[in-house]
């Protein structure tokens, strides 16, 4: 499989975001392949947006979020491309759309009392 596969499947899911739950493990697969490509950025960010459409839980759209910024940290040009998916979350969790949670996803050291 090759780039216009993984092309192939994150519109499949940006058409029918329920489609997910199938072509999760091959398109994660594929996108781990093609890390760099602009392909696996769209494979991530319609997964983000499958999984806002009927999120599992509170934290997973926050999770997965989290994750994509951690993934491309050291990309401004991808960072930019993320930041309107991440003004979306924030605006459904404002009207209520979607759960607000918080995601600690660094060590966080001893509570001092």
């Not at 602009?38 to 009927?54: G, K, P, Y």
């Not at 934290?59 to 910024?69: I, M």
């Not at 979350?89 to 060590?107: F, H, N, P, Q, W």
């Amino acid at each position: 499989m090759t780039a216009p596969a993984l092309a192939a499947l994150a519109a499949r899911i940006e058409a029918d975001p329920a489609a997910l739950a199938t072509l999760r493990g091959d398109g994660d697969a594929l996108a781990a392949q093609l890390d760099a490509g602009d392909e696996a950025l769209r494979w991530r960010i319609a997964v983000v947006r499958a999984v806002m459409a009927a999120p599992p839980d509170g934290d997973e759209v926050r999770e997965l979020y989290g994750a994509l910024v951690d993934h491309y940290r050291d990309q401004p040009a991808r960072l930019a491309a993320l930041r309107p998916l991440g003004d979306e979350i924030r605006r459904r969790e404002a009207d209520g759309t979607l759960a607000r949670s918080m995601v600690a996803r660094s060590k966080r050291g001893p509570r001092r009392t």
